[in-house]
């Protein structure tokens, strides 16, 4: 049970959670920063304008607040700076928020202090701690450890004053014990949710990976046509109707696995030569290519493409695949352009296979 409780975050995890930090970080910082201009500001105004205690000392409170108003600042601007490029700035980012989460208990225990010798309490000091232990997400080792540290920083110091109340002190304790249960139980609820939420992320990749390609080519399929189905509208394309010659003899005289194997490896010649986001699987032995690119270089493409697909093999010995296309040059206006495009490729295609197959028939819009 324990290991299972304090297990070993991976990188992943760690770095998950120092994002999560980020954002907290970042709205406690600037909310930090504005909250030290009030204060500063009506110390100002108490000290030195109203001068409710004349004589009083109130400029280490201000220089105080002067100093955690540009730690806050700095704070939150360097994690703005870094935050699109997180993944490379991780630790760093990270030594960043430790450090201005330890400023903060520090700035409570002093401000604290300064209260109780004058005759307040410590409101600031346990302020800052529910911010550290209970708002932000901090490791439950480092959480408990630095807990215990300020408090007994801060009963040490207070008491070199004379002012320290023993049922202030046990109450205080009290808390600090609730908000470090608090703090352990947020953190791991936090550690199982993005566990989870990992998890869901790469199942989805596993589904869109059953969903929108084809598990025998390698290739997109129908559904990730649909998907991209827009994203040609606007554009000047090239869409290429492809068939495998003689298809059926393949697995009628090698069997389907022999077939398969065709399927698989036309679908990697074709990946090959005009890239995975080009080419979809729509048929058992047809393939469709929309890209934007030229049509001399499609047709060197296709060239070097057929080359690959003549050369497979089965045990050593070549099959002698040969492949027909047809593609249509224009432009893609909207959803009838397209469907437009693909007929006139199609016929493209029945062209090329009444006249004795393994070819290639182009047409532009201008012809």
């Known amino acids: 049970m324990s290991k299972k409780f304090f297990f070993r975050k991976s990188p992943e995890l760690a770095a998950s959670l120092t994002i999560q930090n980020m954002y907290i970080i970042r709205i406690i910082a600037i909310v930090t920063a504005i909250i030290q201009v009030f204060s500063l500001a009506w110390s100002y105004i108490y000290f030195e304008i109203m001068k409710k205690k004349p004589g009083f000392d109130a400029r280490p409170d201000q220089l105080a607040y002067i100093i955690m108003m540009m730690v ?9 700076k870094y935050k699109k490029n997180i993944k490379n700035y991780i630790n760093f980012i990270g030594a960043i928020i430790f450090i ?8 409570g225990i002093f401000i604290s202090v300064r209260d109780v010798v004058n005759g307040g309490n410590t409101y600031v000091f346990i302020t800052a701690i529910i911010v550290v ?107 290429a109707m492809i068939d495998i010659d003689g298809f059926k003899k393949f697995n009628d ?26 080419v979809y699987r729509i048929g058992g032995d047809e393939f469709l290519i929309v890209t934007d690119i030229s049509e001399e270089d499609f047709n060197v493409r296709l ?11 089965s045990s050593e010995t070549r099959l002698n695949v040969t492949i027909s296309a047809g593609c249509y040059h224009g432009k893609c206006r909207n959803d009838e352009d397209m469907r437009n495009m693909m007929n006139k490729a199609d016929e493209l295609l029945y062209i090329v296979k009444k006249n004795g197959k393994n070819g290639l028939k182009t047409q532009t819009e201008d012809d």
Not at 72 to 80: A, D, G, H, P
Not at 100 to 107: A, C, G, H, K, N
Not at 259 to 269: K, L, R, Y
Request: net charge negative.
């Open 133 to 239: 232990f209970d708002i932000a997400i901090m490791n439950p080792f480092l959480s408990i450890f630095t807990s215990i540290a300020s408090y007994v920083v801060l009963i040490m110091c207070i008491g070199t004053t004379g002012k320290m109340y023993t049922f202030d002190c046990v109450n205080m304790l009290y808390l600090l014990i609730y908000l470090n249960i608090i703090s352990v139980i947020r953190y791991y609820a936090m550690c199982r949710l993005l566990v989870v939420q990992s998890e869901l992320d790469n199942t989805n990749k596993i589904l869109e990976n059953i969903s929108f390609f084809d598990e025998l080519s390698h290739t997109k399929n129908r559904n990730a046509l649909r998907q991209d189905w827009q994203d040609f509208y606007g554009r000047t394309i090239c869409v």
């Open 100 to 107: 201005y989460l330890e400023s903060l208990v520090v700035y």
């Open 72 to 80: 806050s600042l700095f704070t939150f601007f360097m994690i703005t």
């Open 253 to 278: 005289e090698f069997g389907h696995t022999i077939g398969d194997c065709v399927i698989e490896s036309i679908g990697h010649a074709l990946v090959q030569y005009f890239g995975k986001d080009v």
């Open 303 to 313: 060239i070097n493409a057929k080359m690959a697909i003549n050369d497979i093999k």
